[in-house]
Nanobody, 126 residues
Framework: QLQLVESGGGLVQAGGSLRLSCAASGRTFSVFYTMGWFRQAPGNEREFVCA????????QYRDSVKGRFTISRDNAKNTLYLQMNSLKPEDTAIYYCVAGPLTSVVSMSADRYTYWGQGTQVTVSA
């Protein structure tokens, strides 16, 4: 069974930075999986944040985080990262790491991602 474990969340002031990590493990994990991040704020729908193909050749971001967030991965460590800069109060949410057998494409659809982590809380104060 594949496990995704997020870390790095916390409380930060607006304008600050955080770096999230997601460690993947389990015999069903493939380095060829596309990985990404979704988030959900209280009372809101879950939304796509960003994703990256297995070799980093393709990435996709939601418009509101472009230029502020950077997704990356280290396949040797089976770890996904999300560098978040210039954070805003509206970035406050639980952030979920995801993985799916998309291989060479990214998708904004949650249905395309088979595996989900438990989430890590990110809170940005004004």
């Amino acid at each position: 069974q594949l496990q995704l474990v997020e870390s790095g969340g916390g409380l930060v002031q607006a304008g600050g930075s955080l770096r999230l990590s997601c460690a993947a493990s389990g015999r069903t994990f493939s380095v060829f999986y596309t990985m990404g991040w979704f988030r959900q704020a209280p009372g809101n729908e879950r939304e796509f944040v960003c994703a990256i193909t297995w070799n980093g050749g393709s990435t996709q971001y939601r418009d509101s985080v472009k230029g502020r967030f950077t997704i990356s991965r280290d396949n040797a460590k089976n770890t996904l990262y999300l560098q978040m800069n210039s954070l805003k109060p509206e970035d406050t949410a639980i952030y979920y790491c995801v993985a799916g057998p998309l291989t060479s494409v990214v998708s904004m659809s949650a249905d395309r991602y088979t595996y989900w982590g438990q989430g890590t809380q990110v809170t940005v104060s004004a």
